[in-house]
């Protein structure tokens, strides 16, 4: 994916390399360990081109890669991303989605 540097330089990135897209003042932020980058599309967008990816809305400002959750913190409502060092917010709606979600992969994973 061809994103942009916040000096305007543009780079590639993989899919697998993305932790979640957010929203700011109509500007869409591309987050990595690698830091934060610039995406010229709406989250709209990039929810219907990756939702079949393991990418989930879990806010109206985000679009997150639920494969690099690390945990969830259910009383700030936060998933946490990088051993808790990068996280965005979860909205009360999907607080049940998520609390199953990070069961059911806690389970897969002990199997």
């Given at each position: 994916?061809?994103?942009?540097?916040?000096?305007?330089?543009?780079?590639?990135?993989?899919?697998?390399?993305?932790?979640?897209?957010?929203?700011?003042?109509?500007?869409?932020?591309?987050?990595?360990?690698?830091?934060?980058?610039v995406l010229p599309t709406t989250?709209?967008?990039?929810?219907?081109?990756?939702?079949?990816?393991?990418?989930?809305?879990?806010?109206?400002?985000?679009?997150?890669?639920?494969?690099?959750?690390?945990?969830?913190?259910?009383?700030?409502?936060?998933?946490?991303?990088?051993?808790g060092q990068q996280f965005t917010?979860?909205?009360?709606?999907?607080?049940?989605?998520?609390k199953k979600y990070i069961t059911?992969?806690?389970?897969?994973?002990?199997?």
């Amino acid at each position: 994916m061809r994103v942009l540097h916040h000096d305007g330089s543009s780079c590639d990135i993989q899919e697998e390399e993305i932790l979640y897209f957010s929203n700011h003042k109509n500007t869409i932020f591309v987050h990595t360990n690698q830091g934060e980058f610039v995406l010229p599309t709406t989250l709209s967008d990039i929810f219907c081109a990756y939702v079949n990816n393991g990418f989930e809305r879990l806010d109206r400002s985000n679009v997150v890669n639920m494969h690099n959750i690390d945990g969830y913190d259910s009383i700030r409502k936060i998933v946490s991303f990088n051993k808790g060092q990068q996280f965005t917010t979860v909205s009360e709606a999907n607080d049940l989605r998520i609390k199953k979600y990070i069961t059911a992969r806690k389970k897969s994973k002990t199997n």
